[in-house]
């Protein structure tokens, strides 16, 4: 594909009816949703390339097609995936369909650029095709890429198909700014930042951290954090500010380990659980700064494009580093992408969940100290 163009890649069966009980498949649709996008222009000019499984020259069923397909997940901006929940064909009994692959391969890659149309869901089938099928379903059932409802004319198709990609564009681009700007530090507000001492800049990154939590709908401010509603129940976020590298002991030493101070905010606990830490660090987070932090290695530790989360079964601690919060935007936008990620993995129900379990093991260590 040329890189002057935007690579969009169409996934979906081959020869599935489309719409149901109709002469036309889906091969059909994708042909004429390649014809039509490639041919569409902006300001006199086209603007998109469009890879479809037809295009691949080896044969479907084989492990070189397989591995062209994923390939073009990886190399396209845009991968639209129009699913009817059949996970499409596999080389062994037990292993997952290519289109199971090619949209788990997507949300791997870039989840960014992905999106989904919905289209009717296939009938029931048996056997390992069936076990295929479910689990593919089971799958995009815990996903929350964008949809835009289910589709089921031809006509419904193509204009989904165009929403998303006009959305993906959009944000996609506006993204891309906002990375470019990420990447100066040394002018603007960034630099504003740069220039405050310690004290200054910590406070300054809670503050804003706590203001963007508090624009989250239901968010409620209370002393020290925010209280948001994470998969219906009231969860407690109190905000911290590393306010340089993580290996400089005297700004590490500004945040502690917070989690040792749960029984203190007793007060807190009360109509809500957790409570769930949000660290802003001023320059980068690795999964070995998280564990340090936490004291120990044996812990579930996620690296995401808002910094690490970590999660501790058996006390039910939970934080997370937010990376890069160099000024007011970039604060914001950490914020964001951890709030997105908690919706778009199903996080946000674990989160909940260890949230009252820990507010448990918190009024139990209070009481224990007549706190």
């Known amino acids: 594909m040329a890189k002057s163009l935007i690579r969009v890649m169409l996934s979906s069966r081959c020869v599935d009816a489309f719409p149901a009980g109709s002469k036309t498949n889906l091969t059909d649709l994708r042909k004429e949703l390649k014809r039509e996008i490639e041919s569409a222009e902006v300001l006199g000019r086209k603007l998109f390339e469009v890879w479809i499984n037809e295009d691949a020259p080896p044969a479907e069923g084989t492990q070189d097609s397989w591995d062209a397909c994923l390939q073009a997940v990886r190399d396209c901006d845009v991968l639209i995936v129009l699913s009817n929940g059949n996970a499409g064909w596999a080389a062994g009994e037990q292993d997952i369909g290519i289109c199971h692959a090619e949209y788990m391969e997507g949300l ?160 807190l606990l009360a109509s809500a659980h957790g409570p769930l830490h949000l660290i802003a660090c001023h320059r980068g987070a690795t999964e070995t700064q998280a564990t340090s932090l936490l004291g120990f290695p044996d812990a579930t530790v996620v690296s995401g494009p808002f910094g690490v989360f970590v999660a501790d079964d058996v006390q039910k601690v939970q934080f997370a580093f937010l990376a890069n919060c160099r000024d007011d935007s970039q604060t914001r936008h ?38």
């Open 334 to 371: 950490a914020s964001q992408r951890f709030i997105e990620w908690l919706q778009q993995t199903g996080e946000a129900a674990l989160v909940a969940r260890r949230a009252v379990s820990r507010a448990r093991i918190v009024k139990v260590v209070a009481k224990e100290m007549n706190i």
């Open 108 to 267: 791997r890659s870039a989840q960014a650029k992905v999106r989904m149309v919905a289209l009717p869901t296939v009938a029931d089938a048996q056997g390992s095709a069936g076990e295929r099928n479910r689990r593919f379903q089971d799958y995009l059932s815990r996903q929350t890429a964008f949809r835009g409802g289910e589709v089921k004319t031809v006509a419904d198709a193509k204009k989904r198909v165009f929403e998303a990609l006009s959305d993906a564009v959009i944000s996609l681009t506006q993204r891309g700014v906002q990375a470019s700007a990420s990447t100066r530090f040394d002018v603007g507000a960034a630099l504003d930042w740069t220039r405050l001492d310690f004290r200054q800049r910590k406070t300054a990154m809670e503050m804003t951290l706590k203001t963007a939590l508090g624009g989250l709908k239901g968010a409620k401010a209370v002393d020290g954090g925010v209280v948001v509603n994470l998969d219906g129940k009231e969860v407690v976020v109190v905000v911290h500010a590393i306010p340089a590298s993580f290996s400089v002991a005297a700004a590490r030493e500004l945040v502690g380990r917070p989690f040792l101070e749960d029984h203190q905010r007793i007060k």
